[in-house]
């Protein structure tokens, strides 16, 4: 069974450009979180997704979003890119109920998104 | 302060030592994770825990409640295992994280 995939696995843009990053799950997991890692930093958490519903949202802003398919997978959108946001989004399955995690958090390999 | 502090930073150390890298948090938590991730960035979750003491392989984590501590211990240390180890706590609906030990293992 494949593993969490995230795609693409390296990008480039522009100051002000815009960037959509995906995810698959695992099979079976309806839980999508999205993380954003600064080069010499622990994750921090940006978005929580179950069943196609937002249920948790970090201390980012507005420029960034999130949506989960009917498939579970999940795209993170960045707006307006600033050189800040340089770093490695990572994507993590589990399965999920509404009160907490029922597995650990499975991790994909990670997009490095770097702005120029 | 951080809701969770990684201790040491950084720790090197020679091949066959025991290692230990300790996980304080300040916050209620439902369960703690350990993470490896090597350089390139890739994730592996090594373990979770909510109480006592798991072990796989080398490697045990064990976790106090009370004391909202947790350590992971590897032993007969090997280069293989040069990764950065990240904690984690677990809230209802996120994890919030160390910043990680960067361990070397020389040979």
């Known amino acids: 069974d494949a593993g969490v995939t995230q795609s693409p696995t390296h990008l480039i843009k522009t100051r002000g450009q815009h960037v959509t990053l995906r995810c698959s799950p695992i099979s079976g997991h309806k839980s999508v979180s999205w993380y954003q890692q600064v080069l010499g930093q622990g994750p921090q958490f940006i978005f929580q997704y179950y069943e196609k519903e937002e249920r948790g949202r970090g201390n980012f802003p507005d420029r960034f979003s999130a949506r989960q398919f009917p498939n579970y997978s999940s795209e993170l959108n960045v707006n307006a890119l600033l050189l800040g946001d340089s770093a490695l989004y990572l994507c993590a399955s589990s399965l999920w109920s509404g009160s907490g995690f029922k597995t650990e958090a499975f991790f994909g390999q990670g997009t490095r998104l770097t702005v120029v | 302060k951080n809701e969770v502090e990684q201790s040491p930073q950084n720790l090197t150390a020679q091949e066959g030592e025991f290692i230990t890298i300790n996980c304080s948090y300040s916050v209620g938590i439902s369960a703690l994770h350990w993470l490896q991730q090597h350089p390139g960035g890739g994730i592996v979750s090594l373990f979770m825990?909510?109480?006592g003491k798991k072990k796989h392989g080398r490697l045990i984590a064990t976790i106090n409640i009370q004391e909202k501590h947790s350590s992971l211990h590897i032993t007969a240390s090997h280069p293989r295992d040069s990764a950065v180890y990240i904690c984690?706590?677990?809230?209802?609906?996120?994890?919030?994280f160390g910043q990680g030990t960067r361990l070397t293992i020389n040979p």
């Open positions: 984690g706590v677990q809230g209802a609906q996120k994890l919030v």
């Open positions: 825990l909510s109480s």
